[in-house]
Nanobody
Framework: QVHVVESGGGLVQAGDSLRLSCAAS????????VGWFRQAPGKEREFVAR????????SYLDSVKGRFTISRDNGKNTVSLQMNSLKPEDTAVYYC?????????????????WGRGTQVTVSS
């Protein structure tokens, strides 16, 4: 079993930055990759970014490329999502998820463990 907990959300203005963190515990040696997803009210959960547990192969949603950076914190069981130049359309609950095999980055159902989410609100 792997547990993931998100932190770092908040209320910011357009153009500001936030850094989200995902702390993993438990059987982390079974983790292949960690992804970030988001879900806005009335919308489906969508992929934002993923990185392998070894810190490689980052992938991003097209609309966040160049603004968001996902990284694995060396020596820690933590994956961060640095979000710059935030826009009102980035407003959502952001979820961290871990997967135990390389079953694809983009589909929520391919992830095995989920956090409860952290709210990010960007005002215009």
């Amino acid at each position: 079993q792997v547990h993931v907990v998100e932190s770092g959300g908040g209320l910011v203005q357009a153009g500001d930055s936030l850094r989200l963190s995902c702390a993993a515990s438990g059987r982390t040696f079974t983790v292949y990759g960690v992804g970030w997803f988001r879900q806005a009210p009335g919308k489906e959960r969508e992929f934002v970014a993923r990185i392998t547990w070894s810190g490689g192969a980052p992938s991003y949603l097209d609309s966040v490329k160049g603004r968001f950076t996902i990284s694995r914190d060396n020596g820690k069981n933590t994956v961060s999502l640095q979000m710059n130049s935030l826009k009102p359309e980035d407003t959502a609950v952001y979820y961290c998820a871990a997967q135990s095999r390389d079953s694809g980055a983009y589909i929520p159902g391919r992830y095995d463990y989920w956090g409860r989410g952290t709210q990010v609100t960007v005002s215009s």
